[in-house]
């Protein structure tokens, strides 16, 4: 246990250094600035992957992400959903401005589109681009699939799985994998039989994976939901996927 405790620090450590070597990427929607970071090897020709990070913005577990999936051999990309200004500093503003965007779907797929395009200008290949997102990044990754965004697969990692019930079900063309924490309460049974409907009406190729005794944030080592076993594996998935779909 001991080891397994120094070796997920000593991880979290290397990863957090890597990600220092993360750039600045200034964007716009509108008049709105956009600050997203792209990985070290921005400009070469490499598949590509964004991601969207959970409801307070661009955190270490994005940029640990971006360190990792570096080092894997994908240009990476964070996102910034909410704009320069408007970044929650708790969780009540964070879950009024993460809100917003579930509810105003279309905004969402938005800025995730805009962070798609400076993900390509950064070198990645048109054709070998997925999504991946956290917690509110992971209900971006199922909104990048409903949008029909141009991408081969999207993960949604202990996402909000639900949309509108007043939305249609609609044909899905991207593959899709949903990392589902057993134990999530933000996660209605409705919501996940909702999903399974949604995903097979829209005759998709999907896949959801229930990851045992883990709550919602069980893959961020800064959470008491952290479950060190079950996030290795939970990551171990998400390469293998990327790898299947974009390599």
């Not at 999936?69 to 240009?75: A, N, R, S, T, V």
């Not at 969402?108 to 990645?124: D, F, P, T, V």
């Not at 990754?141 to 007043?166: D, N, Q």
Request: aromatic residues 8%.
């Amino acid at each position: 246990m001991i080891r397994s405790i120094l070796l997920s620090a000593f991880l979290m450590s290397s990863a957090t250094i890597f990600s220092q070597n993360l750039k600045p990427v200034s964007y716009q929607d509108g008049s709105q600035k956009l600050n997203g970071l792209v990985t070290s090897n921005a400009g070469k020709k490499l598949p590509g992957v964004l991601i969207l990070p959970a409801w307070k913005g661009i955190d270490d577990e994005a940029k640990t992400a971006a360190a990792d999936l570096e080092k894997q051999g994908y240009i990476a990309f964070i996102a910034d959903i909410y704009g320069e200004g408007n970044i929650p500093t708790d969780n009540v503003s964070a879950a009024k401005t993460a809100g917003f965007y579930k509810k105003d779907f279309a905004a969402y797929q938005k800025r995730i589109s805009l962070a798609l395009e400076q993900l390509k200008k950064n070198g990645a290949i048109s054709d070998k681009i997925a999504v991946i997102g956290y917690c509110f990044g992971g209900t971006g990754a199922l909104e990048s699939a409903r949008g029909k965004l141009p991408v081969a697969g999207v993960v949604s990692i202990h996402g909000g799985i639900g949309k509108e019930l007043s939305r249609p079900n609609e044909a899905i063309s991207t593959k899709i994998l949903v990392e589902h924490p057993a134990e999530d309460t933000s996660v209605t049974p409705e919501d996940y039989n909702n999903l399974v409907k949604e995903m097979n009406d829209g005759k998709a190729d999907w896949q959801i994976i229930t990851y045992a005794n883990s709550k919602h944030t069980f893959t961020n080592p800064k959470s008491g939901d952290y479950n060190p076993v079950m996030a290795k594996r939970a990551w171990n998935h998400t390469l293998l996927f990327l790898k299947e779909i974009l390599k």
